[in-house]
T-cell receptor, first 109, second 113 residues
Framework: QKEVEQDPGPLSVPEGAIVSLNCTYSNSAFQYFMWYRQYSRKGPELLMYTYSSGNKEDGRFTAQVDKSSKYISLFIRDSQPSDSATYLCAMSQGGKLIFGQGTELSVKP | SQTIHQWPATLVQPVGSPLSLECTVEGTSNPNLYWYRQAAGRGLQLLFYSVGIGQISSEVPQNLSASRPQDRQFILSSKKLLLSDSGFYLC????????????FGPGTRLLVL
């Protein structure tokens, strides 16, 4: 079993839809959770960063962490074509990041 | 503000040739530095990380090596490339022990033929 599991998609939604991206993990020691966005042929850019359980909101993006279920989510409201990218979840342990496989999202105008 | 550079952006090399990829960070000191490889359709695999000059930790046995000759410079090398070394190589930096987030460079796309 991988330490971090993420549905690779691809996920296709119409513009304006609410998008839900998810990751599950097996290591209960993870404390820091991140979401990165990666456009085609570019380096990943940090979107959201949360510590422990709870919610964090930044504009149209909301990150949720449920440590009891070992489950994290990223919600995108009012999705735009510019949100089309691969979204990677990552979890930190001892200064190293463990990444999910990434979910490819396509938002159609 | 901090910036991270990688070069070259794209590289096509024959099997058996040497490799040198460079990563530099500006606007910070004593960062933790990381090399990742991303195969097509896959997540990121950590190859090496460094907490200081001359200090390199290897995550997976492979045909590659890393060096950190200066505080903000991280180099990925190979003496003889294999076909399986093809991929997207990403350098990342982390501000320090107080933060867990990492920030990525633009990447180098390597194709070994």
């Amino acid at each position: 079993q991988k330490e971090v599991e993420q549905d690779p998609g691809p996920l296709s939604v119409p513009e304006g839809a609410i998008v839900s991206l998810n990751c599950t993990y097996s290591n209960s020691a993870f404390q820091y959770f991140m979401w990165y966005r990666q456009y085609s042929r570019k380096g990943p850019e940090l979107l959201m960063y949360t510590y422990s359980s709870g919610n964090k909101e930044d504009g149209r993006f909301t990150a949720q962490v449920d440590k009891s279920s070992k489950y994290i989510s990223l919600f995108i409201r009012d999705s735009q074509p510019s949100d089309s990218a691969t979204y990677l979840c990552a979890m930190s342990q001892g200064g190293k990041l463990i990444f999910g496989q990434g979910t490819e999202l396509s938002v159609k105008p | 503000s901090q910036t991270i550079h990688q070069w070259p952006a794209t590289l096509v090399q024959p099997v058996g040739s040497p490799l040198s990829l460079e990563c530099t960070v500006e606007g910070t000191s004593n960062p933790n530095l990381y090399w990742y490889r991303q195969a097509a359709g896959r997540g990121l695999q950590l190859l090496f990380y460094s907490v200081g000059i001359g200090q390199i930790s290897s995550e997976v046995p492979q045909n590659l090596s890393a060096s950190r000759p200066q505080d903000r410079q991280f180099i990925l090398s190979s003496k003889k490339l294999l076909l399986s070394d093809s991929g997207f190589y990403l350098c990342a930096w982390r501000p320090g022990r107080q933060q867990e987030t990492q920030y990525f460079g633009p990447g180098t796309r390597l194709l070994v033929l």
